[in-house]
């Protein structure tokens, strides 16, 4: 059974950083493209970052050059690292695994920014 666990959310003042972390079970982790995902109250989710198997990053406009993606695939975890955070950042944060056939989500944390 497939399985992502994210933890790391919370609340952060403007301008301060998280770290979001999904372990996997379930999956060969290694040749799977990982991302992370964001749903803002009335908003569509929308993807934040994804890095491939290979390492190949991408990023949403938004976000570039504050968060980066990363991955350790001997702990099966995928990270996202959150620098300058912003209000308009505030939203659930949703792991994500590319199964090509389907696609796998966490339960997703909160991610709340004051001003």
């Known amino acids: 059974q497939v399985q992502l666990v994210e933890s790391g959310g919370g609340l952060v003042q403007a301008g301060g950083s998280l770290r979001l972390s999904c372990a996997a079970s379930?999956?060969?982790?290694?040749?799977?493209?990982m991302g992370w995902y964001r749903q803002a109250p009335g908003k569509q989710r929308e993807l934040v970052a994804r890095?491939?198997?290979?390492?190949?990053?991408n990023y949403a406009d938004s976000v570039k050059g504050r968060f980066t993606i990363s991955r350790d695939d001997a702990k099966n975890t995928v990270y996202l690292q959150m620098n300058g955070l912003k209000p308009e950042d505030t939203a659930v944060y949703y792991c994500?695994?590319?199964?090509?056939?389907?696609?796998?989500w966490g339960q997703g944390t909160q991610v709340t920014v004051s001003s």
């Open positions: 994500n695994a590319d199964l090509v056939s389907r696609q796998v």
């Open positions: 890095i491939t198997s290979v390492g190949t990053t």
């Open positions: 379930g999956i060969i982790f290694s040749i799977r493209t």
